[in-house]
């Protein structure tokens, strides 16, 4: 059973900087695609940024371009998130999630998140201005 334990969420005044980390156990797969998703409070959930593992392949949100880097570690199965210069709108519950079935994806569909099959709980960030 794949688990994804997200971590480094907080507060932060905007323009500043905050690095998620999501580890991820049970995986037993060689080329499977990991992402980061968040949800502001009355909104839909958002793709923010997207990595397939195994070939090394990233996909970002538009609104989060030139800003945010997503990274993952194969040795300690773990997926990054560094976030910089981060604005107000930024603010949004953040989840890890593992999409383990669906062999190949365009960036729309994977920031899209209905396939991914495993979820974190979310680690909460909060930018001020």
């Known amino acids: 059973e794949v688990q994804l334990v997200e971590s480094g969420g907080g507060s932060v005044q905007a323009g500043g900087s905050l690095r998620l980390s999501c580890a991820a156990s049970?995986?037993?797969?060689?080329?499977?695609?990991m992402a980061w998703f968040r949800q502001a409070p009355g909104k839909e959930r958002e793709g923010v940024a997207v990595f397939y593992v195994g070939g090394d392949r990233t996909y970002y949100a538009d609104s989060v371009k030139g800003r945010f880097t997503i990274s993952h570690d194969n040795a300690k199965n773990m997926l990054y998130l560094q976030m910089d210069s981060l604005k107000p709108e930024d603010t949004a519950m953040y989840s890890c999630?593992?999409?383990?079935?669906?062999?190949?994806?365009?960036?729309?569909?994977?920031?899209?998140?209905?396939?991914?099959?495993?979820w974190g709980q979310g680690t909460q960030v909060t930018v001020s201005s």
């Open positions: 049970g995986v037993t797969y060689s080329s499977y695609y």
């Open positions: 999630a593992a999409d383990t079935l669906t062999p190949i994806m365009t960036a729309v569909q994977a920031l899209g998140g209905k396939t991914f099959n495993y």
